[in-house]
């Protein structure tokens, strides 16, 4: 299941909505496409009504992960990067109320929530995400469009229409890159670090200042929502009456420290006490905050899934305020451009969609991410990084996605501080190993993850229908 393609730090982190990348954002991100396939055919003005058909997975858990409501969102015309989340439920409200959607924010038609979003249980054969979206015209007649999301907020079209423009851009990349060895091989023969060769890619399609930019705002999202969630209190959505737990947990290990805004934040974690639990305890609370902002509908990054957008970042914040008191920018875009590339390795061997590879396929991806992005700030060679994020993978194999009741909070959010932890520990042993003696080849624990997603159960890919989702019930909760 190779795929030769350019994919782009920005493609493995990317700004959105939670609380699924491949449920959530990859449904708006459709809807958004379709909208725009209307207006290239010249039929967007004389659309009447809209149907939206979900299929398998995206039926199964639609509900929890809100896919209904986000491919509404995105047939209102708001983007899930600039959209006020506060503005999401007055929103869809309007729609309950009125059975109205002003479609693109030009056309109002008659819409229900109820009637015209349709749960079909059966799987589609390309993927097991699949939607449809249906137009009557004023003409009489229908017009439809089926999009798959793949993970990760990737949507495609069985076609693969866009197929031929990756791979003209991959062939422009100067280091093109499908595995570890190719990778290992441009570190040696250009005698660089893996964030200098990745960042000689992304300057093939941007600029020093867009690339620069672009992951001070990938940054400042992940910081915002550590800082939301360590400081929001109450309940998440959903009916499993999940109390948020980063707050309780900040506010012990904080103590009296004061700040007032999130950079101070930083400043004030860095002056608290340092002993193996309470840095455990910080890890497990960044996390947390994410996930719990997450849940709640809640601007997050991607990295790679949304579900496990909490890795990356609680890494990244312990070796900011644990590790290294003096590191800035510089150190979190080296951080962010070998979290990208490790998790575009796995994109392009295996799979980061949950509904097709099981929680392996987003926690152990993002802590595989966030092993090797560690192990090279930390100082490692190309090598200890893809020894720490193949250590990260190898003890998340097999891991399942059978959340409660479809919801992205049980087991999921805790699952991002045990991703984080393993992160940590991988990186740790991978710098105080010799990698030449490494065993397991980064390569072949991706395609060992792959193989095991392809015999994995598919009640254990997302659709709720197994382990925790049918062990525990609502009334457990």
Known sequence: MQKIESISVFDMLKIGVGPSSSHTLGPWRAAERWIGELKQARKFDEVEKVTINLYGSLSLTGKGHATDLASVLGLLGYDPVTVPVENIDPEINNIRTFNRLNLNG?????????????????FLPFHPNGMKFTARLSSGKTTSSTFYSIGGGFVVKEERKNAKKQLKKFKEFPFPIVK??????FCKQENKK??????????????????????????????????????????LPGGLNVRRRAPDSHKKLIGDSKYDTKEEWIEAIRNTEVKFRSILKWVSCFALGVNEVNASLGRVVTAPTNGSAGVIPAVLMYYLTIENHNAGFEKIKQFLLVAGEIGSLFKKGATISAAMGGCQAEIGVSSSMAAGALAEVMGGTPEQVMMASEIAMEHHLGLTCDPIAGLVQIPCIERNSMGAIKAINAAEMAMDADSIHAKVPLDKVIETMWETAKDMNSKYKETSEGGLAVRVSLSDC
């Open 180 to 185: 570890g060895t190719d990778l290992a091989a």
């Open 106 to 122: 030009e056309r109002s038609i008659d819409f229900s929530l109820e009637n015209d979003i349709v749960f079909n249980k059966k």
């Open 194 to 235: 893996i964030s200098e060769i990745v960042y000689e890619n992304e300057k093939s399609l941007r600029t020093e200042e867009e690339i620069d930019s672009g992951l001070k705002a990938v940054w400042d999202v992940m910081l915002e929502s550590m800082y939301l969630g360590c400081h929001t209190e109450g309940t």
